[in-house]
């Protein structure tokens, strides 16, 4: 397989955006961070956007944009976690792409959104349930899913993205 990008993925707050940033300049490659893109598209933040339309519209949009960033090269992509939920567009993305899973367990999830003030405006609940319940949940029914779409696993507890990108790089032979 020839690898003309890098696609990190992962729960919230495992360093995707933090780390992708690092490897394209290092790379000089491009970056894009797809729930970024996805809100400047549709002009809104998330949690606006889900507020007017709900998450299937979203997910929709996410859905059309992953397939549109199918056919890209030199890119280092940061997908939003539900990403990996989109079985089809996520087989389009791996074909020419080395796929890292950014792995972290869900107490130091926990503590990283907590330590974050923005995060509880950007992103709102897919579950109604209490921000705990959730990330236990939503873990248990992505994890086999970026076990099987992913190429390589990193747990990210007690590292940082510097270390992070330079592992990644390691592996990518750079």
């Given at each position: 397989?020839?690898?003309?990008?890098?696609?990190?993925?992962?729960?919230?707050?495992?360093?995707?955006?933090?780390?992708?940033?690092?490897?394209?300049?290092?790379?000089?490659?491009?970056?894009?961070?797809?729930?970024?893109?996805?809100?400047?598209?549709?002009?809104?933040?998330?949690?606006?956007?889900?507020?007017?339309?709900?998450?299937?519209?979203?997910?929709?949009?996410?859905?059309?944009?992953?397939?549109?960033?199918?056919?890209?090269?030199?890119?280092?992509?940061?997908?939003?976690?539900?990403?990996?939920?989109?079985?089809?567009?996520?087989?389009?993305?791996?074909?020419?792409?080395?796929?890292?899973?950014?792995?972290?367990?869900?107490?130091?999830?926990?503590?990283?959104?907590?330590?974050?003030?923005?995060?509880?405006?950007?992103?709102?609940?897919?579950?109604?349930?209490?921000?705990?319940?959730?990330?236990?949940?939503?873990?248990?029914?992505r994890r086999p899913l970026y076990a099987a779409g992913s190429d390589l696993r990193l747990d990210t507890g007690g590292k940082t993205p510097d270390a992070l990108a330079?592992?990644?790089?390691?592996?990518?032979?750079?």
């Amino acid at each position: 397989m020839q690898t003309h990008n890098l696609i990190l993925t992962g729960f919230r707050a495992t360093g995707k955006t933090s780390v992708g940033r690092i490897i394209a300049a290092r790379l000089h490659w491009i970056f894009i961070d797809t729930d970024e893109l996805a809100c400047q598209r549709l002009g809104a933040p998330i949690a606006e956007i889900v507020a007017r339309h709900g998450w299937p519209f979203f997910r929709t949009a996410e859905s059309q944009l992953l397939q549109e960033l199918a056919a890209i090269h030199q890119t280092v992509l940061a997908t939003g976690g539900g990403a990996i939920e989109h079985l089809w567009e996520w087989r389009e993305l791996r074909r020419c792409a080395l796929v890292v899973w950014l792995d972290a367990d869900s107490d130091t999830i926990l503590q990283r959104l907590r330590d974050d003030p923005a995060s509880g405006h950007q992103r709102p609940s897919l579950t109604g349930q209490t921000v705990t319940d959730e990330i236990g949940h939503l873990l248990e029914r992505r994890r086999p899913l970026y076990a099987a779409g992913s190429d390589l696993r990193l747990d990210t507890g007690g590292k940082t993205p510097d270390a992070l990108a330079a592992e990644i790089m390691q592996k990518m032979g750079n």
